[in-house]
Structure formats: C-alpha cells, structure tokens
C-alpha cells in the first residue's frame, strides 16, 4: 500500500457528511487531503482548520479551481445530489476519479451521463455506501452465499430510519425539494434498496410497488416510504425508510435454511439455521450465532481506501477502473427510480428495465 | 383458581397440534381433559394412552358424542379448518366453550357464522393464538404503547416461517385445498397478521396489498406469501409468511423514538430507544436492550388458564363471555380475507370495510 503515493483527494464544498469522510482520508493509508473548494474561501479556510485538515491542504473558493489542480488525483463530492451531474461530469472531463456521495443523482438518466463520462475519461467511479466496505459485509456475504447454511434466499425486510429534528426537517438539505428531491427515499432508502440488492446478489427485480401513503413535507419530499420487490420466483422483498423513526438499520433475510439479522450496519449480526420449536414452546432451537467482526479502520476509511487502492493501481499499473462499483450504483437508482415512478403512479407496479 | 372446578376439556380430534393443547390442559392448574372424539375409537383409546390423558378420560367414536357428554364444558377444536364451522357452531349449540385452532375458519363469513352462535348461547369463543398468552407479550405492549419509550408506531415488520419437510409439502392437512385451503397464509401468516394487528392496538388498516408471486402448491394452495398494509396515516407493515423457509418469528417495530425486535414469538425480546451514531460510524447507541421475561407456565398452558378463567367465571359467577377474544379473532380473518383477495385481484389493494 504504501509503496506508491498516497491518492490526492480534493473534497468539493464542506455538507455536514463531509466532515467524516475528510477523517476517513486522514485515517486511511493510502489517502490525503490535498485540497478543499467552497464558493467562500473563508469559510473554507475555518472550515479545514477545524476539522484538522493537513496544513498543506489548498483551500480555493471555487469547485472549478479544485479540478484544475494538479496535485488532486480524485474528488468527494459531498454536494446536494441536483449538483452532482455538473459536478461529476466535470470532475471525469478533468480525469478526477469520483467518490460520489449518495443519493448519487435525481435519476438513472443523470447517472448515466456521470457514468458515461467517468468511462471515457477511465476515471473510477464509486458511490459513498460505507458498510459495504467493512469486512462484517463480506462475511455475512459468506453465510447468505452457503447453500448448506443460508439455503436459497425466500424473503428479506430492511429498514432505514433515522428521526430528523426540528431543526433538520426545516433546514436540512435532505428536505429540500431543490437540493434533494428525493428525501428519505434517496438517503435512507438507498441504504436499504442496497442491502436488498446485495443479499440477491444484484439480480434486479422484476417489479417495485410503493407501499401506499409515504408521507411528504409540504413541498412534496418524501420523509417516508417503502416497497416491495419481487422477483417472479417468490423470493420478495420489502423495506422502509423514514426521517420519522427512531434510528434502524434493520435486515432480517429469511432463507431456505437459515436466517440473518441485522439491527446495525456496523455492529455485530447474528445467524440462525436448521431452527426448531419444541412441543410445548420454550425456545427456538438453536439459539442464534452472534458475529462480531473486528477491523482496524472504521467503515469510511475502508471505503477510502478501497477507493484508493483502485485509484492507485488506475494511476501507477495503468490498470482499468473496476466496473462493480458503477454497476451496481445504476442497479440501486434504477430501483430507487421505480420506487418514485410507483408512487407517482398511484402505487401501481413499475417493471424494471435493464 | 382452585377455588373452582377445573374447566373439563373436550377434544375433536387428535391432529398433530392437539397433542401439544393437551399437555397444556393438564399443565394448566384450572383445565382437565375430560373426554376426547375420533372417528376410530381405538385410534383415540391409543392416543390418549401415548399423550398420558388422564384415566377418567372418556373415549368416543364420534365428535358429536363429546359434545352430548354434560360433563364436557368446553372443546378444543384442531380440526382441519374447512370443518370448523360445523363442528364450532354445533359445539356452542350444544353450550360448550370453543377453543378454536387456527386458521379459524376458511373466510370472515364462515367465522361470524361461528361468533354469532357462540354469542347466542352464551359461550366463550377464543382462537388458540398461543405467545398471545405469554407474559412477555404483555411486556412487549407496555414497551410500545409508552409514548415516552417507544413513541408513535410508523412501521413493523413481521416474518412467520418454518421449513416444510417433503412428507409435510405432500402430506400435512395445511397444505391440502380441501382442508386447509389457506395453506401458509393461513397458518404462519395468521401469526404475522395478529402481531401487525397488536402492534396496532387492533386498529384495522385502510388498504391490504398482497406482494406479487406467492408460491403456491400443484392444488393451488399458497405455501409462501406477503402483503403491505397501510392506515392512511404513513404507518405501514409488511409480512412474509411461508412453510419453505427456515422457521422465523420475526417482528421488528419503528416507533418514531424506540424499535421492539422479537426474533421467537417465546425467547427474549429486544428494546432500543433515542438510537444515534457517531461520527465514525463504529455502532449504533445505545445497545439494545435485552428483556427476558420468566413464566412458570409454557405459553399454550398460559392460553388454556386464560381460556378456563373466562369459562370459569362463566359457569361459576354467570359472568358474560370476554368479548376481546372473538373481536381480534376476526380482525385477523378480516385481513387473511383482504390477502386473500388481493392475490386473486392481481394484486390489487383491497379496501377492508369492518
């Protein structure tokens, strides 16, 4: 790893999501911050010395003067998701490579005009969903992958949730229908729309109904709502999302022969297989496993530094960007379209087309 | 409790699950079996000798006998469910008490046929939903309706499975369309609706929507299924119910400030309140909560002592029948029916009207 220079990131503007992103750069090993941009260069100045930026970091008071520098190998673009198909766009024409904060775009056809751009211009592209990168996900990957264990997979409910308070549901950026049009669904939905996606091992659904009566704020943003995904073989899935719930990050996948229970995308998760009840019911049998999987580096370093290391070996072995990660951000906006097309359309049934 | 008489127990029939309400009758302290009716007489004279039935039992070589026998207070009913309506109503014709196995009956029209006669001689009526019964579930309530703990109630989620072995997919009474036409839904998902249902303090959902491509068996009986269910007021719940899965009892509840996970309709359960994540993300605080609640009985000898208390009062101080029991009772059928109907509308929302 640290053979070759660390990836320069330059981080455009300063959202709240950007502060532990930063520390995730600085955490890293294989990563610095080179350079910070803001329309307001003061700011910008308080803003990287608060968050204890290197003091070599350039703090420039435009997003364009970021892509120009040099010295700056990739961007984070923790901006409101409208901005981000400018944003992006350019970054790639300048040969950034992009670590793009979710929502990643209003719609599969933005996203497809970021990802078009990263692959001619051979840029990585990644989107920020930080507990795919911790080793947890990989190992509960295991067990829903073990026929022996987990069996074939029958149904799998998340939940996403966080309460935002006043102050959030008034001023947010993830309430406004300018900035990010999408709400709960695009934020917290994401997340789940991910994680129903990665126990199916990204096979797309054939159809996604909304759930009926998500509720909205008065200029039509979504606080909360949820689906149902099916997949023409009985397996389904359903999920929640919600800026009005107590914090939930919730994954509980029924398979043929086991289960798996998720309370927290980062903390310890539990398995369960060949389950019985006795006769006179005390118990299901066995009691679940508890897995705790241990890592030196939070979650948002482990992403950095995957980013990284594909960046690195892009930049020094001229190797080619890694097409996984742009594939399944367009499968995961193509369900979070639907999700918003079914709503739209009285909660009627949306196909969706690969 | 010993005040009184036992409540004196008749069976209908020795189906599998009778075995198991039987060693709860002789658990509970207020509950004998009294007498029990086959179609072959030295089939039930083997039975109750093989499930230790008291001595005094009474054999009979039909159920009408059992409830000719003035001895006979009340009847355990665990026939297949396209026979409850004769036999409940002629039961509570005959003025016994009706314990009833569910799926109680194959529609809301054959159940009020039941209630309704159940109301007119006097008798108490009760559906043999067990962890009902079960002090933990009484606990589980204080948790979600404490405003302060738990908050508003904005989504639940419920699983309700077990594994069907291939003797069951072909052989099992719950898989035949004869007998027990509602297959899974009627059986595991019973469980799931009536968990969503208290969740909700009984409040009926405005709209049921079954989830596209339940599996069904050659004989068109469902052996996997789900639906959404919604109030109008941005609470939702969703439920997968399935006899080809790994067995799960599963609810998890978002509250706008606590989440109630229960993973075992009778092991622990687990509370979260006021959840927040850190700045690197290493856990959700607080921890969850574990709750373990002790019961010196098993949860179907609670029912039965439930049941028994009511019919004791009953006989003993000419109370009236508790009307709870046969109102949740059909509550449940009411949205077994909306899925029901759904699925065969093409998954069309299906408005229930009480």
């Known amino acids: 790893m640290a053979e070759s220079s660390p990836v320069r990131f330059g981080i455009l503007g300063f959202a709240n999501i950007a502060r ?5 750069i600085a955490l890293a090993p294989n990563a610095t911050i080179s350079a910070v941009g803001s329309r307001s260069i003061e700011k910008a100045t308080a803003y ?7 003091s070599t970091t350039k703090i420039y008071g435009s997003y364009e003067a970021v892509l120009d520098d040099p010295e700056v190998d990739a961007v984070y673009v923790p901006l409101p998701t409208s901005l981000h198909v400018k944003w992006a766009v350019l970054a790639a024409q300048k040969k950034k490579h992009v670590l793009l904060e979710k929502p990643v775009a209003l719609n599969v056809k933005e996203l497809d005009v970021i990802l078009e751009e990263c692959e001619s211009n051979g840029v990585q592209y990644m989107d920020a969903t930080m507990w795919m990168h911790h080793p947890r996900t990989a190992k509960m990957k295991e067990f829903l992958s073990d026929s022996q264990r987990f069996g074939q997979l029958k149904s799998v409910h998340s939940t996403f949730a966080y309460l935002g308070d006043t102050e959030f549901l008034e001023n947010n950026i993830r309430v406004k229908s300018d900035l990010d049009a999408l709400g709960a669904l695009g934020d917290a939905g994401w997340y789940s729309i991910r994680a129903i996606l990665w126990t199916s091992d990204y096979e797309l659904p054939k159809t996604v109904t909304a759930l009926r009566d998500p509720e909205f704020n008065e200029a039509g943003v979504i606080l909360s709502c949820g689906a149902s995904l099916s997949w023409k073989d009985g397996r389904v899935a359903t999920f929640y999302c919600s800026f009005l719930a107590n914090m939930a990050m919730d994954i509980v996948a029924s398979g043929s022969k086991g289960n798996l229970r998720v309370h927290d995308f980062v903390a310890p998760f539990y398995t369960v297989e060949g389950s019985w009840i006795g006769e006179l019911a005390t118990s299901i049998h066995p009691a679940p496993s508890e897995h705790q999987v241990n890592t030196d580096l939070p979650q948002e370093a482990l992403m950095v530094k995957e980013f990284s290391n594909l960046v690195g070996s892009i930049k020094g072995k001229g190797s080619k960007p890694e097409k996984k990660w742009p594939t ?10 639907a999700v918003k097309a079914s709503i739209e359309k009285g909660f009627e049934p949306v196909e969706i087309i690969y």
Not at 20 to 24: C, E, G, Q, Y
Not at 48 to 54: Q, R, S
Not at 328 to 337: A, N, P
């Open 48 to 54: 990287a010395k608060e968050n204890g930026y290197p």
């Open 328 to 337: 399944i951000s367009r499968k995961t906006q193509l369900v979070v379209d």
């Open 20 to 24: 532990k992103v930063s520390r995730a």
